[in-house]
């Protein structure tokens, strides 16, 4: 008797494609961004653009050519190139791509069936469950490895703002982004996405985008949408410590707790209260804030979900239908200009979906983020980084980056107070 996995490859690698993609990139100068030789000679410091190319994986998950990618793989991309197991090589383009999640939805431009891998529900895999990785590692070749379910639910990895995972042991290597996680059935459990190493290649510790958000990503896709929303329950939400579970009377600490609520949101119309705690969504316990965000991001807006409270003493039962999410003014960027210490830095509003997009605690509230800093600038003599946050100038609060404008056209050169916000800790700085 010989045991392989040669059968399950032959029906399931050919829906696993390689992802090229190319994007012209200016060449730049030294001078490029000085606010002073800007300008004298005029923002003329570009070369001749060059080629800059990317390779990873796909998955094909619809006959027509729909296919499934990390965003990562095709971020910025001018031209994009599906290859297929046997040879053949088409152009593609994006239908939809979501930072958040890491995820991209493309469509190969050809007008023929191609195969498929079947979505299976990530929520039924366990630990230990046997597993193939199918990828396209260094550029060498589709290639297949195997292994097992490490961990499930995997949460805190701080890979991108989505943080629910599956880890797998299953040799994955750059290349490898975008690839077919599938289980003994040869249904799609999971896209590839990343690996904890510390030399570049595979240690044995593997994370991927779950399938059942991969469907939910796709789906929109399909049906048009060229943005993901996530449903929108309206409370903000704490991981429990051992000193509140213990407080709470939990044998172990686990649980999503309430720390506020959007008014005439899904949660307060359910009921919901400050200080409760979100046990389990839909029968399946939540660990903790992001497990919970997750679940919510697959259930879909408009549905309703079951959750299991517990208020006070008592669990009870509620059920939460989710929204839209509210409409939130788009925050411009901004070049600072001027005769200050913060020429070259480009400013924003501070906003929810800009902190998670510059890694901000999510507890951080209000004021004005760096976006970017020119080199060579002020702004850069200052050390001032992306992501810092602008808090005070001149003894001044600033809540927006009117505030802050406000400030630097009416300041001394004498002598400049600043106070920043890096990381959790207040840099403060006196220039004159």
Not at 258 to 277: H, R, S
Not at 315 to 338: C, N, Y
């Amino acid at each position: 008797m010989q045991l392989s996995f040669a059968p399950l490859v032959k029906a399931t690698a050919p829906a696993v494609v390689n992802v090229y993609a190319a994007r012209q990139v200016a060449t730049r100068s030294p001078f490029a961004g000085d606010p002073f030789f800007e300008q004298f000679f005029g923002q003329q410091f570009s070369g001749p653009p060059r080629v800059q190319s990317s390779l990873g994986s796909g998955v094909i998950v619809d006959p027509s050519g729909i296919v499934v990618t990390n965003n990562h793989v095709i971020k910025d991309a001018d031209e994009i190139k599906v290859a297929l197991s046997d040879g053949r090589e088409f152009s593609s383009r994006i239908l939809l791509k979501d930072e958040k999640t890491d995820l991209a939805i493309l469509k190969i431009d050809a007008k023929e069936p191609f195969p498929v891998l079947a979505l299976g529900n990530s929520d039924n895999v366990e630990v230990g469950d046997l597993v193939l990785a199918i990828g396209n590692p260094f550029g060498v070749g589709q290639t297949v490895t195997s292994g097992i379910v490490s961990a499930q639910s995997r949460t805190r990895v701080g890979i991108s703002d989505f943080d629910f995972f599956i880890q797998t042991d299953a040799a994955i290597n750059p290349g490898n982004s975008g690839g077919a996680l599938i289980d003994m059935r040869g249904q799609l459990i999971g896209i590839n996405t990343a690996i904890f190493s510390r030399s570049g290649g595979s240690i044995g510790i593997g994370f991927a985008i779950p399938s059942n958000m991969v469907r939910a990503v796709a789906e929109t896709a399909m049906k048009g949408g060229k943005s993901f929303e996530r449903p929108f329950i309206g409370a903000t939400f704490q991981a429990v410590t051992p000193d509140v579970a213990e407080s709470l009377g939990l044998p172990q600490p686990y649980g999503a707790l309430i720390t506020a609520l959007n008014k005439d949101g899904p949660a307060e119309k359910a009921g919901l209260k400050v200080g409760d705690l979100i046990l389990s969504v839909e029968g399946v316990r939540v660990d903790n804030p992001d497990v919970l965000a997750y679940r919510v991001s697959t259930a879909g807006i408009g549905n309703t979900v079951k959750l299991n409270v517990l208020s006070g003493s008592q669990q009870r039962e509620v059920s939460v239908t989710l929204a839209k999410p509210p409409v939130e003014a788009a925050a411009k960027t901004q070049i600072i200009e001027g005769d200050n210490p913060l020429a070259g830095a480009e400013i924003v509003d501070l906003t929810p979906d800009n902190a998670r997009q510059f890694r901000l605690p999510k507890t951080v509230r209000g004021g004005v983020v760096v976006a970017g800093v020119y080199r060579n600038s002020p702004a850069a003599r200052l050390n001032l980084r992306q992501g810092d946050i602008i808090r005070r100038v001149n003894g001044v609060e600033i809540t927006a980056a009117s505030d802050l404008t406000d400030v630097l056209s009416a300041g001394t050169n004498l002598l400049w107070r600043f106070e920043f916000e890096r990381n959790g800790a207040i840099i403060r700085q006196y220039i004159r």
